[in-house]
Nanobody, 124 residues
């Protein structure tokens, strides 16, 4: 099972930027994603990146967030710009989802590896 460790969470004003990192090691890191969750709400898929560099984003973050991955050390990043108060959440990175076998979307795939999360707070 992959080991994931997020960092970079911060408290910023609306309109600001934050860059999250996820240090990853272990097997099955070809597909990785960022999710976020706030208390009382379901976990939301934010962005995903495949082995070929293909990406997908939640509609709410498209054009503001950018997911990337350093393939030399498998570190996953999430660059978040033009932050809004509604982006406030605990952000988690995830790995090890057999999307082809799952047959559904990456948002509801049963990802096997999760980090501990890093908090992003955006004030108005």
């Amino acid at each position: 099972q992959a080991e994931l460790y997020e960092s970079g969470g911060d408290s910023v004003q609306a309109g600001g930027s934050v860059r999250l990192s996820c240090a990853a090691s272990g097997p099955n890191l070809y597909l990785m994603a960022w999710f976020r969750q706030t208390p009382g709400k379901e976990r939301e898929g934010v962005a995903v990146i495949g082995s070929g560099g293909n990406t997908d984003y939640a509609a709410s973050v498209k054009g503001r967030f950018t997911i990337s991955k350093d393939r030399t050390d498998n570190t996953l990043y999430l660059q978040m710009n033009s932050l809004k108060p509604e982006d406030t959440a605990m952000y988690y990175c995830a790995a090890d989802c057999d999307l082809a076998l799952w047959g559904g979307t990456w948002r509801d795939c049963p990802w096997r590896s999760w980090g501990q999360g890093t908090q992003v707070t955006v004030s108005s």
